[in-house]
T-cell receptor, first 114, second 118 residues
Framework: DGGITQSPKYLFRKEGQNVTLSCEQNLNHDAMYWYRQDPGQGLRLIYYSQIVNDFQKGDIAEGYSVSREKKESFPLTVTSAQKNPTAFYLC?????????????FGQGTRLTVV | AQSVAQPEDQVNVAEGNPLTVKCTYS??????LFWYVQYPNRGLQFLLKYITGDNLVKGSYGFEAEFNKSQTSFHLKKPSALVSDSALYFCAVRVPPGRTDSWGKLQFGAGTQVVVTP
């Protein structure tokens, strides 16, 4: 099945640890995004990438890092510098072009700091 | 900078009545506009989009939206709401290629919780 897969679904992290969230897509999409969702605050953009080996900061990039070494993969690392990492994280992708321009979302990863 | 506003945190409607969820945007040029729906603890599902052409666009599950350039709005509508439409709805805007350094950036509103009562 084609789609966008986030793993794991639930993740627990101890304070001071880095943790990496996985996002993989087999849709041959060019662009990929990471969002953070907190109750009452909607989706806030962390990082996005239009092509391999290139990415841009979103609105809340501090404390996060990404890489885009392959078209299919866009992992997000939540570093110890992120002071309040507990949230629901969503990954999305889309194919650039005139018609196929809606983004597809993964099912999310819920990160909890313990 | 681009932005999206959803002025209502929650919309309550009785089943069978018309449903409207409001969205206004601020972006230079001609934006790409989207509506998504989210059920609890799930990712977002695409409902419809406006790229160009007719101002009234139809989407999934009987939803439609009207693009109004002069009012910079893209309100979501459904003629007759169902209890199963109860969910969190997001409006989003993306800057087309070539416009600014932030082209491709996909920005979401804060979301509107829709509650449909039997």
């Amino acid at each position: 099945d084609g789609g966008i897969t986030q793993s794991p679904k639930y993740l627990f992290r101890k304070e001071g640890q880095n943790v990496t969230l996985s996002c993989e897509q087999n849709l041959n999409h060019d662009a990929m995004y990471w969002y953070r969702q907190d109750p009452g605050q909607g989706l806030r953009l962390i990082y996005y990438s239009q092509i391999v080996n290139d990415f841009q900061k979103g609105d809340i990039a501090e404390g996060y890092s990404v890489s885009r070494e392959k078209k299919e993969s866009f992992p997000l690392t939540v570093t110890s510098a992120q002071k309040n990492p507990t949230a629901f994280y969503l990954c999305a992708s889309y194919r650039q072009g005139a018609r196929n321009t809606e983004a597809f979302f993964g099912q999310g990863t819920r990160l909890t700091v313990v | 900078a681009q932005s999206v506003a959803q002025p209502e945190d929650q919309v309550n409607v009785a089943e069978g009545n018309p449903l409207t969820v409001k969205c206004t945007y601020s972006v230079s040029g001609n934006p790409y506009l989207f509506w998504y729906v989210q059920y609890p603890n799930r990712g977002l599902q695409f409902l419809l989009k406006y790229i160009t052409g007719d101002n009234l666009v139809k989407g999934s599950y009987g939803f439609e939206a009207e693009f109004n350039k002069s009012q910079t709005s893209f309100h979501l509508k459904k003629p007759s709401a169902l209890v199963s439409d109860s969910a969190l709805y997001f409006c989003a805007v993306r800057v087309p290629p070539g416009r600014t350094d932030s082209w491709g950036k996909l920005q979401f509103g804060a979301g509107t919780q829709v509650v449909v009562t039997p």
